[in-house]
């Protein structure tokens, strides 16, 4: 039997939840908590095989329960639950090394999967919005421009070529040319207007003064 501490700082959703996973003949909450101080203290006592915790609670964040339980084990699960299910907060679970993370909108029996996944891999993640978020995070990696690489697109947004760009920042006119060609790959531009616009879009560029083509 997979023992389990829930912990959520509304008494509703615990005991809402804790019906949903005492239905299961391998899964039984043992324990409820509703602050950060109280599943701490209950974790210590009572050692569950998982723990599923809210992301917000009114003295900390279920990161904090998550970091102290790792601190200690690796054996544990630790299942982050949340209304705020950015990409932002997935990264912050798995790196923190939860077990997986679930929506609160998402199916009660996905709470129940998390658990069982927990109790069985505690240190490998699972999220269904994890390939989206990655996704995510490498499209906006692979967008984003170096220093020297915004110093030219400004100057292109100026109306400047690559000859008088080389020459305002000290740069030969080939590598010039280089960084402007980097720039349209990482905008996935074909020329000078499309970089711009999608620059202007993007937030790379508040405002565009153009003195020329």
Not at 38 to 64: F, K, N, W
Not at 155 to 183: F, Q
């Amino acid at each position: 039997m997979t023992t389990v501490l829930l912990v959520d700082d509304h008494e509703l959703i615990r005991e809402g939840l804790a019906g949903v996973i005492n239905l299961e003949e391998d899964l039984d909450v043992v324990a409820q908590a509703g602050s950060v101080a109280e599943a701490l203290a209950t974790y210590e006592r009572i050692s569950p095989d998982v723990v599923v915790v809210d992301l917000q609670l009114q003295d900390g964040t279920g990161l904090d329960i998550l970091r102290a339980i790792r601190a200690k084990s690796d054996k544990t699960g630790v299942v982050v639950l949340t209304m705020h299910s950015g990409d932002d907060q997935i990264f912050a679970a798995m790196e923190g090394g939860a077990s997986g993370f679930v929506g609160k909108d998402a199916p009660s029996q996905e709470v129940v999967r998390a658990a069982r996944h927990a109790a069985v891999s505690p240190r490998s993640f699972v999220c269904s919005g994890l390939v989206g978020a990655m996704m995510r995070r490498q499209s906006s990696e692979s967008t984003r421009l170096s220093e020297r690489e915004h110093d030219v697109l400004l100057l292109l947004a100026d109306g400047l070529g690559a000859a008088a760009i080389g020459e305002r920042l000290y740069l030969s006119e080939s590598t010039a040319k280089s960084h402007i060609a980097r720039i349209y790959q990482k905008l996935g531009a074909a020329n000078r207007a499309q970089a711009l616009v999608t620059a202007m879009r993007t937030g790379l560029l508040s405002s565009i003064r153009p003195n020329g083509a």
